[in-house]
Nanobody, 122 residues
């Protein structure tokens, strides 16, 4: 049973990346998927989440209009499309799941994948 985050890398400011969060050993259908990030020396912060029921979403103010979360239950995978990337988006990005409602509070989440590094640099 695991969550596997992938898709990170080095990108120039203004560029794009798409992160994936693949589940194995269980079905993602019934869980909220959350994306979080942690930059060096900073606390982990919520980036976005997507509901399991109606696909409703939440975004941190810092990423609204630039990031887009989605899910493909048939592929048992969640995604985070990141556009117009900025230096301050540099962090390790994590996906996590929880039952219930969408939240950007990390302590609500039960199960975490390993992180994927995103570095925005020229």
């Amino acid at each position: 049973v695991q969550l596997q985050a992938s898709g990170g890398g080095l990108v120039q400011p203004g560029g794009s990346l798409k992160l994936s969060c693949a589940a194995s050993g269980f079905t993602l259908d019934y869980y909220v998927i959350g994306w979080f990030r942690q930059a060096p020396g900073k606390e982990r912060e919520g980036v976005s989440c997507i509901s399991s029921v109606d696909g409703s979403t939440l975004y941190a103010d810092s990423v609204k209009g630039r990031f887009s979360i989605s899910r493909d239950n048939a592929k048992n995978t969640g995604y985070l499309q990141m556009n117009s990337l900025k230096h301050e988006d540099t962090a390790v990005y994590y996906c996590a799941i929880v039952s219930g409602s969408c939240s950007l509070v990390s302590t609500r989440y039960d199960f975490w994948g390993q992180g994927t590094q995103v570095t925005v640099s020229s």
